[in-house]
């Protein structure tokens, strides 16, 4: 479910929204269940943000400028007198709208299920071991509402 995410596909936001609400309120059992989620949503949100900060470079200052900020350890640019490419600006910041939900979705697991950054980091889903074959303790009280972003 979590590869409908990737920004390749294309996936209406709707069905994101679905998955991502499914895969938040699913009553995982043991540790490795939501750390496994959380380990795949990292992993996605870190290529696909890369490469949506790029093509809103590229669509804000054009695709030479963008080069030459991304060369020149990117600085920030204070003003932006006009946007090269508003379509496809606009285009960036729709396809973004599924990165942020994979952003919520990492830090409501984080919360309902008491997990650190470092846990998160430390978990490796090939490392065969008994320490993540624990059962889960899930926090009630913890909001998890997409829709508000």
Aim: net charge negative; hydrophobic share 35%; with cysteine.
């Amino acid at each position: 479910m979590i590869k409908q995410f990737d920004e390749i596909k294309k996936t209406d936001i709707n069905l994101l929204l679905y998955i991502a609400d499914n895969l938040a309120h699913m009553s995982y059992q043991i540790i490795e269940e939501p750390l496994f989620v959380i380990h795949h949503v990292a992993l996605l949100i870190s290529t696909s943000g890369t490469t949506y900060l790029e093509q809103a470079k590229d669509a804000v200052y054009g695709r030479d400028i963008a080069e030459t900020i991304k060369d020149e350890d990117e600085e920030e640019i204070d003003e932006i007198d006009q946007v090269e490419d508003l379509p496809r600006l606009t285009e960036v910041l729709v396809s973004c709208q599924s990165c942020t939900l994979l952003i919520l979705l990492k830090k409501h697991l984080m919360t309902q299920y008491n997990l650190t950054d470092k846990r998160c980091h430390e978990f490796s889903p090939l490392e065969p071991t008994k320490i993540y074959e624990k059962q889960t303790t899930r926090h009630s009280n913890t909001a998890y509402d997409p829709r508000r972003c």
